[in-house]
């Protein structure tokens, strides 16, 4: 990290330095940010040689099957709703401290739910109430799921980490035994759920196969970002994430808010769930797991829990992952490289805010 | 003072600072070989930062330390063992599931097997000499805190050590544990150790010491050398220990003399205390039948040595713990029920003494650290949506009014001085609407003009009519302040006292466990 952050001396004019400052500032940022993702862009690279796969043809093709082509940018914006889902929950659970990491069993059961209740509920109602209740009963499931590690986090002070994580597996395992035994479509012979017809899905914007779950997504991130930033209620969960003990002192009811916060973050995945199933697959089959809530968490922690920049890194990883997919067809590299691609960054990023800290710490001494 | 005793290590000047806090401030000492040097002080005298420094955790900011008459800068743990410095700190540093030998040879280098033989050995020798026994296959979980203490003692004994230093090693230990240490040490001692004893309880100093240093506030305002602690009976040293520690001293700036004041005697109590009670804790004890009324304008003082239980009374009058039996009455209202929010609401405040740990979140602004305690409230937010302006509007007019210096309102608090995020505290808890108001060490870890600026204000407080509790460790500043003095010890009152001229003497001998 070679930028040059001395102060500028002898500077007169406050408001001048102030400018400068800032401007310095917001420079520092995307030098912060765009370097360790070019760097991660190398070693990834560098490891795609090594397995004899050239990066260039690599990236070049990510980069038009998930960005450039019209196909690709449409399946890449679509992708991005249950992701948009997934980071808004996370956003709110991180920002207050707790980390959910229970992300994909939430998603799942939301998914499954709202694949069991939609066709069965257009049959008896208007398609467009009947996606309104799958959302709701799909929001409600996973919230309830929650319940377990948000109880035992606020009166017993257990570690969320491990019960979110324990309770993902016995989600993940759950929305299967219910795909299999209780909501199997009688009328094929793959395990599968009741299939949604087209028609009756959430609607494409305009022309195109982009569904309109990104807009609910969208909504959903910027609505979470607001309320965390502006509202009492965030600033009250923003407390117990900063300093769980000063809330106390203030006279916060830590364990309400703490089931508040679990309640939010999981309904959110439910969402995300109910969002991809209703808007683009229509049914859940046996076995199905994106595994799409851990590949968010990342991409919150870059964003630093901002949901605008989430916005964007969702953007990123999406166009990733759908030119991987494409890119793993063609060039024989595994669809799960996007992750090694993410995770790299992650570090690589973490490496430099490390230097950058010891770096200011040292020229402050 | 024989000349064939040399210093083993010496402190001349040393000064230690901490963002807002003078932790030591020109602090000379010698320790010698054959000596009990008793370090007293009470919490935050400095006695922890001193021995930091001296175990290598810590570097002075100013001043040297001589180590065999050389200046030697300590730089580490390890580099303190190599020069023959030994700590047994106040918590106990073993591993609780390794044997008594494993751990007497954690430290060793990694690429050789431990020498047990070689340890036994030695062991043997060192405690036959001193006339302990260690278990060295016991598990370290299994000994009694006495026994791991030795096993500590041991472990410094081993490694060569020839000062050793004892950081409130008898806290946890039982009178008989204490004792055993006391003889224990006179025997290390013989065989020509110096020690440095930490505490802060007199009688130990007096039985134990050869010599004797007293800190306050960072400063060493005296000590007793081995000729005069000879010459003097116990309770001859237990009396001037306590003239050192709580005494006035002569041209102290922080003695003011406090106005008279007149309290409307027929006023109701504001705030009436009867029996509360709290469960223990770990680290403190709990509370029994504490009852005191405050009436308006009155400044109740709480003295005591730290850790009597005189957070749990701050913390359970704000409504923080959890209360076992007892009632609380703000203006005849019984408050012991409601919240922590209800208890603000009706015009209870408390300013906490762990400022940055629970008062401040460190990170967010100072803007929004000054309404903490309202959030949600109008007109700072309206239908739970926030207003920037209201918030900038009224913070910028606490900071000026209660003059806190800060680059601006978007600055995080944590960044401020101790002093100013003091300052910070004060606005908010002081700000419309406070009848009574609780102060828990308001000027622990402050410069001198912070200190005297937030004694004014508490005083004009209480000239506002409003009823105040003051909890302090600070005879002095009690004795500057209150109108009446009640001590705490053991989570109980042990007696009020008039703040009239004999005050200092009686609060004293109270806070000792003597009767008034």
Known sequence: ?365 | MSVAKRDIVALEGVTKRFPGVVANDSVDLEIRPGEVHVLLGENGAGKSTLIGMLSGLQQPDEGRILVDGEPTAITSPRHALALGIGTVFQHMMLVPTLTVAENLLLGGPWWQRPKTEELEARVAEITRTLGITVKLHAKVSELSLGEQQQVEILRAMVRNSRLLILDESTSMLTPKGIDELGALMRRLVEQGLAIVFITHKLKEAAAFGDRISVLKLGRKVGEIPPERFRALGEQAIISEIVELMFGKQKDDPEAAERPVRTIRAEAAPLLEVRDLAVAPTDDAPGLSSISFDICPGELLGIAGIDGNGQKHLAEALAGQRATVGGSVRLQGTPIEALSVGERRQKGLRYLTDDRLGEGTVGTFPVSINFFLKQVGAAPFWRKGVEQRAEIDKRAAQLVREYDVRTPSLKTPVARLSGGNIQKVLLARELAEGAKVVIFNKPTYGLDLSNTLASRQRIRDTAARGLAVLLISTDLEELLSMCDRIAVISNGSLVGTVENADDARTKVGRLMIGLAA
Request: net charge positive; aromatic share 6%; with cysteine.
């Open chain 1, 1 to 365: 990290m070679s930028i040059d952050t001395a102060p500028a001396a002898g500077a007169t004019a406050l408001d001048a330095t102030a400018a400068v400052a800032t401007r310095r500032d917001i420079q520092h940022r995307l030098l912060m940010t765009l370097g360790p993702i070019l760097a991660a862009l190398i070693i990834a690279g560098c490891i795609l040689l090594a397995v004899g796969v050239d990066p260039l043809a690599y990236y070049g093709f990510v980069l038009k099957r998930g960005l450039l082509s019209p196909l690709g940018i449409q399946q890449t914006l679509t992708r991005m709703a249950p992701l948009l889902f997934l980071a808004a929950g996370l956003i709110v659970a991180f920002r207050a401290g707790m980390w959910n990491l229970g992300g994909d069993g939430q998603f799942l059961l939301g998914a499954v739910t709202a694949a069991a209740s939609a066709p069965v509920l257009v049959e008896v109602m208007p398609a467009w109430l009947a996606l309104i209740c799958s959302f709701v009963i799909a929001m409600l499931v996973a919230m309830i799921w929650s319940l377990v590690p948000a109880l035992l986090r606020a009166y017993q002070g257990v570690n969320e980490i491990i019960t979110t994580l324990m309770m993902t597996f016995l989600g993940t395992s759950l929305a299967n035994v219910l795909v299999k035994l209780m909501f199997r479509d009688p009328g094929t012979t793959v395990p599968q759920t009741r299939t949604l017809p087209v028609e009756d899905r959430l609607p494409r914007l305009f022309d195109t196969t982009i569904t309109s779950g990104l807009l609910l997504g969208l909504v959903a991130i910027i609505t979470v970002h607001l309320v965390m930033t502006r509202t009492a209620f965030g600033l009250k969960l923003r407390i117990v994430g900063a300093n769980p003990r000063a809330a106390i002192h203030a006279g916060l009811g830590v364990p309400k808010l703490t089931i508040a916060v679990f309640a939010i973050s999981a309904g959110l995945a439910g969402l995300a769930g109910a969002v991809d199933i209703l808007g683009v697959q229509g049914n859940v089959r046996a076995d199905w797991n994106p595994a799409y809530g851990l590949a968010v968490i990342p991409v919150v922690f870059l964003a630093r829990m901002n949901g605008f920049a989430a916005i964007g890194f969702v953007f990123l990883l999406s166009v990733l992952s759908i030119g991987g997919e494409s890119a793993a067809r063609r060039l024989g590299v595994p669809n799960h490289f996007t992750l090694v691609l993410v995770s790299i960054v992650l570090i690589v990023l973490a490496l430099a805010e490390y230097i950058d800290h010891r770096y200011n710490q040292s020229r402050k001494a």
